[in-house]
């Protein structure tokens, strides 16, 4: 019974991917895990997402100025009200099983404070089979095992090391995950089975690196050998 379920607070940030959500919205709602609820922070579109939105009554719905991701996931935390964090980009989407796989992990493993399940790049274009950066991310998932997006993390991690660092933007999850690591969270627990979908489309933040994310980067790795 849902009641007998932790709730699963499930955060999607989003800028300008309308022609995205719905997809991503729906994929959340077809879950066999049903004690959910969805925060969307709209980080100060100007397409069509508000209206998507709207036709999803249910949705905790949040419309602020554009500052950037890492501001978008912590807003999407204070606004949360369950046991359990997950997340879903708004322009990629999850497989049915993928909340009752991970909210069953936690059942069986009661040590695990953190569960990852493997994802999967595709191509939305053909043309992006060329782009080199989108090449070497379709590469990755062979080796990223663990992708923050893909997790269901207990929130009391947030709690008690802090929410995603505002400084840093398209690398908060990793600078994240770095610095629960470095405090000896286990980050090992991964569910060997695709539940998560990631789309490459040519606008994903990750392609578009620039000095600045390299030296946040740089930064991360810093922190990682202090």
């Known amino acids: 019974m849902i009641n007998n379920n932790p709730l699963v607070s499930v955060m999607m940030p989003t800028y300008n991917n309308g022609r995205y959500i719905g997809q991503a919205i729906e994929s959340i709602y077809a879950q066999n895990y049903k004690n959910i609820e969805v925060i969307v922070i ?102 990223l095992k663990q992708y923050l997006p893909s997790s269901v993390i207990k929130k009391e991690l947030f709690e008690k090391y802090g929410l995603f660092d505002e400084n840093f933007s398209g690398v908060e999850d990793t600078e994240f995950l770095y610095r629960i690591l470095k405090k000896g969270v286990n980050i090992s627990h991964i569910i060997p089975d695709i539940f998560y979908i990631r789309r490459i489309h040519g606008k994903n933040v990750t392609l578009n690196y620039n000095q600045d994310t390299v030296k946040y980067i740089t930064a991360i790795l810093r922190k990682g050998v202090e």
């Open 42 to 143: 709209d980080d100060g579109s100007t397409d069509n997402t508000k209206e998507i939105i709207k036709k999803y009554q249910d949705i905790k719905y949040f419309y602020i100025e554009h500052k950037g991701i890492s501001l978008a996931r912590n807003i999407a935390l204070e606004k949360s009200n369950g046991e359990y964090i997950a997340f879903c980009d708004s322009d990629d989407y999850w497989l049915p099983e993928k909340l009752n796989t991970q909210m069953q992990y936690f059942k069986e493993h009661p040590d695990c404070q953190i569960v990852f399940t493997k994802y999967e790049n595709f191509f939305e274009d053909e043309k992006l089979k060329t782009n080199k950066r989108a090449m070497h991310e379709k590469l990755m998932e062979n080796f």
